[in-house]
DNA sequence: CTGAAAGCGCTTACAG
DNA sequence: CTGAAAGCGCTTACAG
């Protein structure tokens, strides 16, 4: 249906010039006279040349693009680490394609593993530590697949580099915080139990309420990070005795579920209980009441794990390449915790 | 640094035959006896064989896969579109891309180009409809640049296939809702006025107020459909000598950025002012008060967007093909709205 | 059903 | 600086 494709040999053959030349005029203008680099722009522009990637990538043996596997894009939380990872891939000229894992069609290890070959990608960010464990341990073949490193959550720890937040340090803040605000009876609802970032939090807040001997055990939920969790730990909750005065949710939107629900059965936060969330996504600030929570530096997240990858690639990894980089958190007070009365 | 890589043509050896048959054995079973099957299925796997889709695109021509370009992966709004999306991709065998045209690396016809390459794409959905003049118009050439599916968005009317929602009613819906609410004085906050969105949005709540001969006219401010544009219209709506009783906002992210700031500065809503949003994006039924809205049916936008793309892709699309698919919307009542006292 | 061979569109030593 | 030629790893008519 379409007019023929054209090819470097048309551009070539347009300007007078052989396949070679204009492919080096095209690549590496300095490698070529101007006068020849001119007319091959020219032959090139007037052609309508589009360079064929596949043919380059095939040749080449790369496909200047690297693949982010992504848990949840429904989840804001990702927004800013993939700001980063673009800015810091488009500096090292790298395309960037996203791939949702969380897709119901994602979700097995051989829908994934199409994606993690090195015809598609040159390295791939992993933002998922919850990946089918078949995919890295055996369709992962070290030397044939791309670098891989993980960002945020990591799975078969130290097997690929990785940077991560101070999740048992945040913890430890929104805990310290709590209790320097005088509560003693104070909650916790987790992440999935089976998630790396759901046992680092939860045990550095149980480190630092240990370290209080502060009134535990307290009331721990389980949930999974989203907001429905959020609000079905708030049902649990109001259904308790004794309730606690404080909970530390850990995700903001978990918090915003909880808090939501709360106030909907007319528990004031922070009056009747005061929250903490993790994770500072945009909407914590705007969220009546605003949500205290830890900031997680998101963009050089993503930087870093681009940093990462690119040594990886470029083959001139540290020795201790595998040694996870660990990001500071900060503690954001809002209006969702107050001072026990 | 690694091994040398395993083709077809290792695998072909070790199971021997000749690598067309390997060739067939993989990727069109039925067209090999069952024992050539097995035996290079067996010669594939103990070769660790991966194929090089590089190679396969080259000649077959075609990538595999969709690329998805994504305004403002940040807003939540698009997470249930992609979800739809890649649902039907994967029963149309076609991996997805995502591409986030946000991030300022992306913010010219130069570095977008590239991904709208035969190369990597079979074809194109687009969420944007404000990119680049310059990509559409010049950079793509039709015929061969891939095939080009707009959702939500739109861009050069009536240029290519396209689905989207109807903004017109469901701005409609929203302002005789308002109205039928007894409220005269109804103000609205827009989106950039340069997206169709907006325009298509601000068209249709004009029309539904002229329809009333309602109190007009009534508070207009622009805003960009991000959460801090709304608090910004909420500090120009607390200046207002005679303030609106309901205001429409184009977004339910301006929505809740609106609503937080007039909480915030002791106005209430829905006691001192209605609002409504657009989108119902998942937190909308959660923001304190949850927030009435108009919702959009985003699954099926990326399921349809997909199903015209595949009509392109495979040359049958209908001769009206171009004409815009309109999906319905539906007015969603929480508690943001009330009858005016 | 299977094999030999051509070719997809590039890039890059190798000569000149 | 430029050209002729090989080759990246597949798939697919064309014979048999």
Chains 1, 2 share one sequence.
Not at 43 to 49: D, F, K, L
Not at 62 to 83: E, M, R, T
Request: glycine residues 6%; contains cysteine.
């Amino acid at each position: 249906m379409s007019r023929k494709t054209i090819t470097i040999k048309d551009v070539a053959r347009f300007a007078g010039v052989s396949t070679a030349t204009v492919s080096r005029a095209l690549s590496r203008p300095s490698s070529v006279t101007p006068a020849t680099r001119k007319s091959v722009l020219e032959a090139a522009q007037s052609t309508g040349y589009q360079m064929n990637q596949a043919a380059r990538n095939l040749r080449k043996q790369q496909s200047g693009a690297i693949v982010v596997f992504v848990p949840d894009l429904s989840n804001p939380f990702f927004s800013h680490i993939l700001s980063g990872i673009e800015a810091a891939a488009a500096r090292n000229d790298k395309s960037v394609f996203l791939v949702n894992t969380y897709s119901p069609q994602n979700d097995n290890a051989d829908a994934l593993a199409r994606y993690l070959s090195s015809s598609w990608a040159d390295g791939v960010i992993i933002l998922d530590g919850s990946l089918p464990k078949d995919l890295l341990q055996n369709r992962y073949v070290p030397g044939v697949s791309p670098p891989v490193v993980f960002g945020c959550e990591w799975s078969p720890p130290d097997k690929f580099p990785s940077v991560r937040t101070d999740n048992r340090r945040g913890a430890k803040l929104a805990i310290d915080h709590l209790i320097g605000l005088g509560h003693k009876n104070i909650g916790h609802v987790t992440g999935p139990l089976w998630n790396v970032l759901s046992t680092e939090r939860l045990a550095g807040a149980n480190a630092a309420l240990a370290a209080h001997a502060a009134g535990l055990p307290a009331w721990q939920c389980e949930g999974d990070f989203s907001m429905a969790s959020g609000t079905q730990a708030a049902t649990q909750y109001l259904t308790l005795d004794t309730r606690p005065t404080a909970v530390f949710c850990a995700s903001d939107t978990m918090a915003i579920g909880f808090m939501s629900e709360l106030i909907k059965n007319g528990v004031s936060v922070p009056d009747d209980v005061s929250v903490v969330g993790f994770d500072d996504i945009d909407i914590a600030e705007r969220f009546i009441p605003a949500l205290t929570t830890i900031h997680q530096h998101r963009e050089h997240l993503g930087e870093s794990a681009v940093n990462l990858l690119m040594n990886a690639i470029n083959g001139n990894a540290a020795d201790d390449a595998n040694a996870p980089l660990v990001l500071p958190v900060e503690l954001i007070i809002r209006d969702s915790t107050k001072a026990i009365s």
